[in-house]
Each structure stands twice: as C-alpha cells, then as structure tokens.
C-alpha cells in the first residue's frame, strides 16, 4: 500500500498512480493523514475503468484489504471485507452479503488525466 506518498497536484486533486500501476482485475490502497485523520482510499481496475471507494467497511469501519492491495474475492468479482466476509459490488458498492448487506461503500471521487489517476479535492 502507498502510505500517503501520493503527491500533491497543483491544479487541484492529489496524484495517486498511473492506470498501469494498477493490476487488470486488480486494486490499489492508499493511507493519508496521520492518528485519527488517518484514513483510506482504494481503486479497483476493470480494463480502462476505475472505482474508487473509502477503505472503510460500513460495519465496523475497519479497512476491507486483507493484505496490502487485496481488495477483491478469489473470483475478482467482488469487494471483499477482509474482516467478515461481507461482499460488495465493484460498480457501486452495494453490500450484496454480510452484517451490512443493503448498505453501501463510500465512493471517492476521482479524476483521470490521459493515464494518471487524481484524488479530487479532499
């Protein structure tokens, strides 16, 4: 995970990576701020598209990647809570199963600029 190295982006938005950066089928995380500003952002690629949701479980608001970067279930289909199993759909976080199932991840705003991926203003 990226432990708040993204840089700052003059016109706005913080740089977070480059659609390569980001494995096909894959996701990335990122952690800005510091004690309990801390908080997470995490994108999940399918093709030239790209999610971008709070690394925050609706149900006990503890980071859903089980390991750094490990955002999806085996089959790559769905967010995975690492904390109790509970699944989410990648293109808009409905929580399909699990303690929170009807709730929602929180989605991040994102901007794209050719290849490098933005965090809006925050």
Do not use: Q
């Not at 399918?46 to 925050?56: F, H």
């Not at 609706?58 to 769905?78: A, K, Q, Y």
């Amino acid at each position: 995970m990226n432990d708040g190295a993204a840089a700052e982006c003059g016109s706005g938005g913080r740089f977070l990576c480059r659609l390569a950066d980001i494995a096909e089928g894959g996701g990335k995380g990122f952690w800005f701020g510091e004690d309990t500003a801390r908080f997470g952002v995490f994108l999940i690629r399918k093709g030239d598209t790209v999610w971008a949701y709070a690394n925050s479980c609706p149900h006990r608001f503890t980071p859903l990647d089980w390991l750094p970067d490990r955002f999806l279930d085996r089959g790559g289909r769905h967010i995975l809570c690492a904390t109790h199993g509970a699944l989410f759909r990648i293109a808009d976080g409905f929580c399909l199963s699990g303690p929170c199932a009807g709730a929602h991840l929180r989605p991040v705003e994102i901007v794209h600029r050719g290849a490098e991926i933005f965090l809006a203003e925050i």
